[in-house]
């Protein structure tokens, strides 16, 4: 199963990478797929996370060529 992880704004940042592929023999959720990403680093609980441009939750389940994409909240005035 392969899984294109992508980074936007601040987290690009603080990863230092804008995307990652990660290759996988087991299905992984969305909070399991940033942990491998950034070295077992913790989600932090502020991070917006969509599969294939809809939000989800962590929990969600990933599928062999989903793009998984984690952005920290938007704010505006």
Known sequence: MTVTVKFFASLREKVGTGSVQLNASTPLTVAQAWSQACNETPLPSHVLMAVNMEYV?????LHDGDEVAFFPPVTGG
């Open 57 to 61: 939750e962590p929990t969600t389940v």
